[in-house]
């Protein structure tokens, strides 16, 4: 049976992240109206011959550079080829085809930002051919259950439009993954929970994480409920956000983002609340200050009373202890001081300890970076806490809590 683009686009529509396909690929028909790509899913039955079948109709020039295998919707959202012997322009002549066909074919969207992986004998990557900019021009149509449509359905939220969500530290390839599905899509959670088994599945074990439902608030921030508050939530947040904003800008906005816990079906924290609008003019001082081989002194608390992290700077540490009384946090707090040091990051330095201080830090930079980009000159700090002896009892490096910033 010949293979049309009606049954590559039937193909697509039956792929999740995390399932496979085999795949012929045929570079030299990327100029015609045929499809260069052929898709069939993993079903327990043999496909070879159907593939072979479907090469028949081909010519011999359509041939020519024939490859076959296996094709995976990665935890990403991607479809990935594996194969050898690809080339750029296998790439690039792939998604000029896509883009003359995707507006009468909209299910070919899907293959957005399609990679192409060499792989050697024992099937492990060895070389990625992938490219944002050859596919940009095509609207977003995600694959289901990957993290590229939890990142746009980040970006589309809008307010009263609550969504179920769960997350993970340790998904597919022990990165931490996040499931969202509108209540106005599925008010039963029956998709979201068999989103959420997929997971399991995969990972051939039940995964711990969070779940519950979160809404956007007016002031652009995320207000989580969920039934417990585990204390390491934070924790999972600047994990999300390390690992895909870079890729799936609505992910950023998880940098704004409140955890509450619900009590015989309300909030414990009672009315809702929203951030209050803090200046953080004398904190972008204090960095120039800081750049510049000046130390000052420094407050950070992982809750300022809204559910988000603050930092303090200032020159003078009774000011400093009066800005940081008004604030009222609730969550950890430390202080102490904070310089350049001489490898050219920027370090903390206390007395007391304070768990995850970098990660908390990063949140905080990454929920002001947009107003404030200069903030970013923190990337990279460090955390010391030194006794009066000045003996090291922790130190903290977190490169993973910069990434992106």
Known sequence: ????VERLCNAISELK???RAWYA???EACGSDEPPLFLFPFSGEDVQEKLQQSLVYRSTDDLENLKVG???VSTDGILNLKGSEFSPLDLMSFSQWLNLNVDEKPMLSRLKYT???EVDTEGSVVRTLASRDLFDYIDDNPFPAGMFETGHRLQKMEPADPHWFWMSAKGPGNKPVMVLVSQKEDPDGESFSATVQRFNLRAGRILTGISGVVTLVGDGSLAFASFVQPAGWRDLINALLAEYQ???IGFRRLARSQMHRVVDGRLKSGKKKTAPKREIKNQVKGLKKIVQNNTLHFWLTDDDGSGNPFLLLHPDPQKLKAEAKEIKAKGNKVNGKVR????GYIEFRSKNGFSNFVGTLALWVRSNLDKHPELAKFSGARFIQANDKKEILDRQKDS???KGI
Do not use: D, E, I
């Not at 049976?1 to 049309?4: A, F, L, Q, R, V």
């Not at 350049?340 to 490898?343: G, H, T």
């Open 400 to 402: 993973a809590a910069w």
């Open 17 to 19: 992240s995390g399932n």
């Open 1 to 4: 049976m010949k293979y049309t």
């Open 340 to 343: 350049m040091a001489s490898k």
């Open 70 to 72: 296996t094709a995976v």
């Open 246 to 248: 870079n890729r799936w």
């Open 115 to 117: 990679s192409l992986q």
């Open 25 to 27: 690929f045929l570079p």
